[in-house]
């Protein structure tokens, strides 16, 4: 069990580093009373910053365990003027301190007496048992009573708990939310329009199955009904493809002919050209140029030739500019997909026009048919000799 003093919220440093007025036990500070009442189990983090301890960490911030608050009170600071809000806070936890060098945790032992406590006023100590104390038919620190209702669970704090978090993950459908009682909310007294449901939600926890499912039939699902549309399916078709090339020519287009580039080379300023247009843009630019005065010939100079998307020079990189194999693999890629898609489309649609030319050649053979039958009997007879005449 270590003990821990600590003093109340502070006022704000930034815009004031001297106490203009007394700390009261007011929102962070009055949590802080609450927990010291109940007896709740409270996180505590140290840094680097605190000097006056012999337990901060060299550097940096550490987590220093589960601890207990068991008094708070109220007495001038530093400065002399003004009162400040001061916690003993005491080390709880089933897990070994950090700095520590057994692997057991804290066990109950007597408070430290405080000297400061002779001055202070506002003295608060807890009179009823903690919620958060150590069993000693099971030897470790658990709640003693049920923890408080909260956003996050507080279970956590439990050994075991932590033990079955790592095991299984955090989204184990046994670790998720359990039904618990709605918080009293005070603006509602002064709401309009209060709505509450009365009907038993579809949404709900099943006690026999220990999970959340649904109690009644789920509404069906506006996406779910249009997909068996295939108008619907067509829209979708057609909005894939033109997301496909929007997305290749917002991404991948080049910034000097606006379009999906080929051969495309990345520059030093990161910026991504076609290797055609960018040496285009340059051509007939000489690397250095020469120069002459008065009939001098002055030292040549070297010519910049800068970025068309900023001003960063590119002469050096222009001497042997190299394609970005992996840009263009991804391009390439995409413009496969896009192939793929329109070879499907166009399949199906050619599918569809055969199934109707099937069904007129169908319609045409049966017309043929009829006028079969309705030729005289003779004829047949004279085409049934020609058959036999031409098999003989």
């Known amino acids: 069990m270590v003990p821990l003093h600590w003093k109340g919220s502070h006022w704000n440093k930034r815009t004031s580093k001297i106490q203009s007025f007394d700390q009261t036990f007011a929102k962070m500070n009055e949590a802080l009373r609450i927990s010291c009442k109940m007896g709740y ?7 680097h910053k605190e000097k006056r301890s012999a337990y901060a960490p060299e550097k940096g911030v550490r987590y220093d365990g589960v601890y207990r608050i068991e008094k708070c009170w109220r007495k001038v600071g530093i400065e002399g003027t003004f009162k400040v809000c001061r916690y003993l806070f005491v080390r709880c936890d089933n897990e070994a301190a950090p ?136 829209i979708v078709r057609k909005r894939g493809k033109n997301s496909m090339m929007n997305k290749l020519r917002k991404e991948f287009s080049c ?44 030292r040549a100079k070297k010519n910049v030739m800068t970025c068309p998307c900023c001003t960063i020079d590119l002469s050096e990189f222009l001497q042997n500019p190299q394609v970005n194999r992996e840009l263009m693999e991804v391009i390439e890629n995409l413009k496969k997909k896009e192939e793929e898609s329109q070879a499907v489309d166009e399949s199906s649609n050619d599918a569809a026009e055969s199934s109707g030319g099937n069904t007129e050649s169908e319609e045409e053979g049966g017309e043929e048919e009829e006028e079969e039958e309705a030729e005289p009997p003779s004829k047949k007879i004279k085409l049934d000799s020609d058959c036999v005449g031409a098999g003989n």
């Open 41 to 47: 189990p409270v996180r505590v983090v140290r840094s």
């Open 99 to 234: 700095w520590a060098s057994d692997d057991l945790g804290d066990r109950p032992r007597p408070l430290p007496v405080i000297p400061e406590l002779k001055k202070a006023t506002d003295l608060f100590v807890r009179k009823e048992k903690p919620s958060w104390d150590f069993d000693e038919a099971d030897g470790r620190w658990k709640w003693m009573k049920s923890p408080p209702a909260s956003r996050k669970c507080i279970a956590a704090l439990d050994p075991e708990y932590r033990k079955i978090v790592r095991k299984r993950g955090k989204n184990s459908d046994d670790l998720g939310d359990r039904p618990r009682p709605l918080p009293v909310i005070p603006e509602l007294k002064k709401a309009t329009d209060l709505f509450v449901r009365k009907e038993k939600p579809s949404w709900d926890f099943d006690e026999a199955d220990g999970r959340w499912k649904w109690m009644k039939s789920p509404p069906a699902s506006r996406k779910c009904i249009a997909a068996l549309d295939p108008e619907y399916r067509k």
């Open 255 to 298: 910034q000097i002919c606006q379009k999906v580039m080929s051969l495309p080379v990345t520059t030093p300023c990161a910026h991504n050209f076609c290797k055609g247009c960018l040496e285009a843009k340059f051509a007939g630019i000489s690397q250095v140029r020469e120069r002459s005065r008065g009939g001098r010939t002055l």
